[in-house]
């Protein structure tokens, strides 16, 4: 399986900062990595997908780069409601996996 | 819109089975698959399978392989896990969700990616 590392596990930040987490895959998936964000008890929503596109309704603050190994989410200014946990998921090979999450909170 | 419902939260004993349900409205039911992803407490999301809800065609993960079946009912456009031999460490919360892939691609395509959430079932194993 593809084993999917994330980075940090947590990060503390405030209204306004500018955002990055890193995640690893441990061998090439190329663009098919997606972002998903997870609100306390709630079911994740997909923000990225493929790297890079930005799914439909979500703010533009939110991007994704990278291909083959090394992924980023950027948050370009956090607001309120960004305060969550975020997770990659690769769709390159089955079994689909998913990073750790990464919990951004305050 | 698209809208997945689930069953409700459920107590059971370890070596019993589960079955929840996910009820799915607002889209096409036979052309898109169906994902089920599990998230133990304080824990990441773990992929269980897929179930093509066009042909019935499932591919479930290997830890999962044999206590898991995911089946569907097109008459209710419906789609239920069952995990059989429960133990502790199943407890968690089971998610459905719908894929953008198009039944008429094979399930293993690259590309999968998961638009639209079930709320959660909490399945809960204790003696």
């Known amino acids: 399986d593809i084993q999917m590392t994330q980075s940090p596990p947590s990060l503390s930040a405030f209204v306004g900062d500018r955002v990055t987490i890193t995640c690893r895959a441990s061998?090439?998936?190329?663009?098919?990595l997606n972002w998903y964000q997870q609100r306390l008890g709630k079911a994740p929503q997909l923000l990225i997908y493929s790297a890079s596109n930005l799914q439909d309704g979500v703010p533009s603050r939110f991007s994704g780069s990278g291909s083959g190994t090394d992924f980023t989410l950027t948050i370009s200014s956090l607001q309120p409601e960004d305060f969550a946990t975020y997770s990659c998921?690769?769709?390159?090979?089955?079994?689909?996996?998913f990073g750790q999450g990464t919990k951004v909170e305050i | 819109q698209v809208q997945l419902v689930q069953s409700g939260a459920e107590v059971k004993k370890p070596g019993a089975s589960v079955k929840v349900s996910c009820k799915t409205s607002?889209?096409?039911?036979?052309?898109?698959?169906v994902h089920w992803v599990r998230q133990a407490p304080g824990q990441g999301l773990e992929w269980m399978g897929i179930?093509?809800?066009?042909?019935?065609?499932?591919n479930y993960a290997q830890r999962f392989q044999g206590r898991v079946t995911l089946t569907r009912d097109t008459s209710t456009s419906a789609v239920y896990m069952e995990l059989s031999s429960l133990r502790s460490d199943d407890t968690a919360v089971y998610f459905c969700?719908?894929?953008?892939?198009?039944?008429?691609?094979?399930?293993?395509?690259?590309?999968?990616?998961?638009?639209?959430w079930g709320q959660g079932t909490l399945v809960a194993v204790s003696s």
């Open positions: 969700a719908r894929d953008t892939l198009s039944t008429r691609l094979p399930a293993s395509r690259p590309g999968a990616r998961l638009d639209f």
């Open positions: 998921q690769q769709s390159h090979t089955t079994p689909w996996t």
């Open positions: 607002g889209y096409t039911f036979i052309n898109n698959y």
């Open positions: 061998q090439s998936v190329s663009i098919y």
């Open positions: 179930i093509n809800p066009k042909s019935g065609g499932t």
